[in-house]
């Protein structure tokens, strides 16, 4: 059974820096590109950031260009989103996702689409008081 759970999520001052985790596990990490998206209230989920199964590439939404950064250590099948220079417009729940290899190498518009994805964890909430 697939299992991707996020943790580090939590209530920080604008301006300030969190650093969310999702660790997977029933998969064969290797194999996995790996995402995050976000689903703030009244809003539909929007991608962030994603990261290739070997870490060498990295895609970015606008919004995280320069603030979010995004690593994966595939010794400890986990995967980190560093979010610097906090906005309250960044308050939402954060997922993360894991997108197969294949599909992500064969189409690298894979990343940004939630649809391509194939596994989820359950979110972990990010509230950025102004």
């Known amino acids: 059974q697939v299992q991707l759970v996020e943790s580090g999520g939590g209530l920080v001052q604008a301006g300030g820096s969190l650093r969310l985790s999702c660790a997977a596990s029933g998969l064969t990490f290797g194999n996995f590109a790996m995402g995050w998206f976000r689903q703030a209230p009244g809003k539909e989920r929007e991608f962030v950031v994603a990261i290739s199964w070997g870490g060498y590439s990295s895609y970015f939404a606008d919004s995280a260009k320069g603030r979010f950064t995004i690593s994966r250590d595939n010794a400890k099948n986990t995967v980190y989103l560093q979010m610097n220079s906090l906005k309250p417009e960044d308050t939402a729940v954060y997922y993360c996702?894991?997108?197969?290899?294949?599909?992500?190498?064969?189409?690298?518009?894979?990343?940004?689409?939630?649809?391509?994805?194939?596994?989820w964890g359950q979110g972990t909430q990010v509230t950025v008081s102004s």
């Open positions: 996702a894991a997108l197969r290899r294949e599909r992500a190498a064969y189409y690298s518009g894979s990343y940004y689409s939630s649809n391509e994805y194939d596994y």
